[in-house]
Every structure is written in structure tokens, then in C-alpha cells.
């Protein structure tokens, strides 16, 4: 059995001015194992930089999640160096399905150059399992069992400095340090509040709940998204401004689940409304209570970069910390990865840098760098969560886009944010132009 630290071994120096390296200094710290702070880790690691990557659970653990990943999910993954073949325990998947009522219709992924044509699926105790392995592999110091309490912050210029964490089951305290520390720690993230990092009162949450059942369908290639997600408490049986999902995971079950936005006001029972959701299923899925084979469980999402600033005195936010969930989708796996990244990027050129001053300036670049990544495309998403927040007009929309394949085509392709870089393409050269001009802020 590993003990409380489990560790790789880390490469040798790199750049930067971190303190003398010992057990508990680093170059950087990453607070948190999940998909941006492995990602992130592995990133800066495979620089040379000496990172410790801390997690508060041991591997495997549970996480609430659709386990179903996009081409952009995809990309990171191979940008890792991961080994997503079927071979090797993925399940791909073709597109995605769209059920309203009695209508169906399938968008297949885009075959772009950016991005591959697939997406895939696994389940979030093995998958951020897989990302964490991989880290440490590149050289960043996986340290299990580490809770971190909270930051070290220097009283003159009120910078972090490292962070104080509570190791193994006997809790014993330590103290880490480093001159860059990155909140990869979720949705709560304790370590941004201690640093006043408030939450955007002004940008949706979601909430998703989700089980696993055993059916026939669990090899289903394409993702399958349940739009009208009614209140059963409602004598008119209001639409929720949300959708219902089933993920075949290709192991003999299914993930199935439901995300809701707040933006209604809306107060029911999630886990007894997925109960009832998943009673009404076709017969085809062969769903039976005695099918289900966890039990539900729920997590909030954070969307539309909806906590700030992303970086300020040595901290920057990725992934849940940052509120990088999509409004529009509820996808938040590929864009918890893609912060890691930017953030990594930015970390690195920070630290090559000889002075303190332009050190502190290319760490300033990383906000920068989300907003011209996601703003205009979180905006949209926006906008669409605020038609969800309305459920006369979400009926309407819906009526209306089901019967025109066409224009549901550009929804599909603009909300899963797929577009081909420099396209001469009339429908991405369409998508480019909406992600530009939409307001950002």
C-alpha cells in the first residue's frame, strides 16, 4: 500500500527563482489531481520544473461527471501523450443525439484538422487516475492525501508563498513553498476563497446528478442528450432549463444524468426527479431501479469563468476553481484541460524571465489569455442559458430548430465550440464571426 506521499521523482533544475529545493519546495505547486491540475502538472514538468501536484484523495476516486468527452477532450488527451485507442479502455463515440418529445436527429463530430472526429468516454475515477499517473511520469510530485488547509502569504506584499496541508490519515501538518502556486482544487476551492477570490454573482451555476445503470444499450456510439426535462411537481409540467443524458460507457452500463441551470429559481428534489426521468425511459434501455448500480450523486458547476481574478500576488485559477464549465453545455473536462495548459504555458515563460518585474508581468498574460480563448464563446453560452432560464421561449426555440436540421447544424457546431482554424468554409467562417462579435465581458 503507498503511504500519504506518494511520489515520483522529480527532473532536474529549471528555470526560475523558487526557493532551494527540498522535500516541501518547489518551483510550483498545483493544488489539486483532477483534469486541469494534472494537465497543468504535466505541462510544467515536462519543462524540467520541479512540480508538486497535491491531492487531497488517493487514487482512484469518485467524481460526479457524464464521463463523455468531445474531440476537444480528445486532443488534450493526446497532447498528453495518452493512449486513447479503444485498445487501451476507451469507448468512442461518433457525434452526439438530440431527443425532444418524439423527435431525434444525430450530429456526427466535425473531421477537423484541429481536432479529431471522435470522442470517447470513461469513467472519472479512472480517468482522472490516467492523468495523474501521467504527470508524475513526466516528473511532477504526486503527493496523495494532502488536504490543503490553506495558503502561506507574505505579510509585506501579501503574495502566496505555499501552502499548508494536512498529510495521511494522522493528519500531519506541512508546510510547501513555492513562488507560483496554481488553485486546481474545484468548484468549493478553498485555497481562491482564503485568497478572496468571490465568486461572480452575476454568471449561472449549474448542478448535475448522475448514476450508472446496466443496459443493453451500453455500446451506443453517440452521446445522447434528453432536451425536455419537465417538472414533474408542475401541473403543467414546465420545461427545466437543462437537459437529461444517457452515456453508454461499453462496460455493460450506462451513465445517465441530468445538469440544470439556476437561472429559474427552480427548488425540486435532482436526485428523486433523475428517479422519475429515468422511470420514463423506453423500454429499449431496459431500466429497472434494480438496474441502477450506484448511488446518485450531485456536484455543482461552475460556469463562464464566473470566479476572479484568474491571476493575482503568485495564484491562478484552472479549471472548476476558475469556473471554466461551459454555460451553453455543461462541458467542463476539455476546458479544465485547456486552463491547465495556458496556464502551464504562461508559468514557464514567467519564470524564464530575470527579474521580478517581468516575471509578474508574463504571469498577468494568463487572464488575458482565457478571455481570448472563451470569452466570446462563453457569451453565446450565456445567452443560451438565459433562454433556459425561460421556459416559454426555450419551448418555442425548441419547436423551432427541431424541424430545421440545418439550423440546429450551426447550433450544434457553434454550442460544442468545433470550428476548423482559418477555414475557408462558409459555416466556420459563420461561427468564427459570432465567437468574435459577441460581448465578452
Known amino acids: 500500500m503507498p503511504g500519504p506521499e506518494q511520489q515520483s521523482t522529480a527532473p532536474g533544475p529549471g528555470p526560475g527563482p523558487g526557493p532551494a529545493r527540498t522535500e516541501h519546495c518547489a518551483d510550483v505547486i498545483v493544488v489539486g489531481a483532477g483534469p486541469s491540475g494534472s494537465t497543468a502538472a504535466y505541462h510544467l514538468a515536462r519543462t524540467g520544473l520541479d512540480v508538486l501536484l497535491l491531492e487531497k484523495a488517493a487514487f482512484p476516486r469518485e467524481k460526479v461527471c457524464g464521463d463523455g468527452l468531445t474531440p476537444r477532450a480528445v486532443k488534450q488527451l493526446t497532447d498528453l501523450g495518452i493512449d486513447v485507442s479503444e485498445e487501451a479502455g476507451w469507448l468512442h463515440n461518433r457525434g452526439l443525439r438530440l431527443v425532444a418529445g418524439r423527435r431525434t436527429i444525430e450530429f456526427d463530430w466535425p473531421e477537423l484538422s484541429a481536432f479529431p472526429g471522435y470522442g470517447a468516454v470513461r469513467r472519472r475515477a479512472d480517468f482522472d487516475e490516467l492523468l495523474a499517473r501521467r504527470a508524475a511520469a513526466a516528473g511532477a510530485r504526486l503527493v496523495e492525501r494532502a488536504n490543503v488547509a490553506g495558503p ?3 505579510d509585506r506584499s501579501g503574495r502566496i508563498t505555499g501552502v499548508t496541508a494536512k498529510l495521511g490519515d494522522d493528519r500531519r501538518p506541512v508546510d510547501y513553498h513555492a513562488p507560483v502556486v496554481v488553485a486546481a482544487d474545484g468548484n468549493s476551492t478553498r485555497l481562491s476563497l482564503a485568497m478572496k477570490r468571490y465568486r461572480r454573482t452575476d454568471r449561472a451555476m449549474g448542478v448535475a446528478y448522475r448514476t450508472y445503470f446496466i443496459t443493453p444499450r451500453h455500446d451506443d456510439r453517440y452521446l445522447e442528450a434528453w432536451l425536455d426535462l419537465r417538472d414533474p411537481t408542475d401541473p403543467g409540467r414546465r420545461l427545466l432549463p437543462g437537459y437529461a443524458w444517457v452515456f453508454g460507457m461499453g462496460d455493460g452500463t450506462a451513465n445517465v444524468g441530468l445538469g440544470v ?3 429559474a429559481g427552480v427548488d425540486l428534489d435532482w436526485r428523486d426527479l433523475l428517479r422519475r426521468w429515468c422511470d420514463d425511459l423506453p423500454p429499449e434501455y431496459e431500466y429497472s431501479p434494480d438496474a441502477v448500480t450506484e448511488p446518485v450523486r450531485g456536484s455543482a458547476l461552475p460556469m463562464g469563468l464566473n470566479r476572479g481574478p484568474h491571476y493575482a500576488d503568485g495564484l491562478l485559477l484552472i479549471g472548476d476553481a476558475g ?9 467542463g473536462i476539455a476546458y479544465a484541460m485547456e486552463s491547465g ?6 508559468i514557464v515563460q514567467a519564470l524564464a524571465r530575470r527579474t521580478d518585474r517581468g516575471r509578474e508581468l508574463a504571469l498577468r498574460a494568463y487572464p488575458q489569455a482565457l478571455r481570448s480563448a472563451y470569452a466570446g464563446y462563453f457569451a453565446l453560452g450565456r445567452l443560451a442559458a438565459d433562454l433556459l432560464g425561460r421556459p416559454k421561449l426555450l419551448a418555442a426555440a425548441g419547436a423551432a430548430g427541431l424541424g ?8 450544434f457546431r457553434l454550442m460544442v465550440n468545433l470550428t476548423e482554424p482559418n477555414s475557408k468554409d462558409a459555416l466556420d ?6 465567437g468574435r462579435v459577441a460581448p465578452g465581458r
Open 404 to 411: 430545421r436540421p440545418a439550423l440546429l447544424n450551426i447550433a
Open 261 to 263: 441551470l439556476d437561472t
Open 152 to 154: 502561506l502569504v507574505d
Open 429 to 434: 467562417r459563420l461561427l468564427h464571426l459570432i
Open 323 to 331: 469556473g471554466t464549465v461551459s454555460p451553453g453545455t455543461g462541458e
Open 341 to 346: 495548459r495556458y496556464a502551464a504555458e504562461t
